[in-house]
């Protein structure tokens, strides 16, 4: 699959995040995919308070949200099986490639295709 650097990374969990947390290690600038697979469970809403908001996310959905900045967490999974992909960026990934663009750009490097 080509998401066309969307993001870079994938972590997979069951169930869901009980916890209020802000995901310390996403870049502060970049969205968090938030993708459920499964069939027939109850709970798993997106939760954040800072925003008085709480968001059933259903098979076939997929919900975009800043989670370095925004305090969020799940409600719990009661019934079914419920996995979580989340995609997200790095900050410590993107910070390196955002150094190795600017050397590459210092030099004059063309490459002929």
Known sequence: LDFNGAFLCVAVKEGSSELLHLDWQD????????????KGWTGGDFCAPQLGLRVPILPGQVLGALTRRL?????????????VL??????????????????V?????????
Do not use: M
């Open 27 to 38: 870049d502060p600038n970049a969205f968090a995919w938030i993708v459920p697979v499964g």
């Open 71 to 83: 305090i969020h967490a799940s409600i719990v999974v009661t019934n079914g099986r419920r996995i």
């Open 86 to 103: 989340t995609c997200f960026s790095d900050r410590g990934t993107l910070k390196k490639a955002d150094q190795w663009e600017e050397k």
């Open 105 to 113: 750009l210092e030099q004059d490097i063309y490459l002929d295709l």
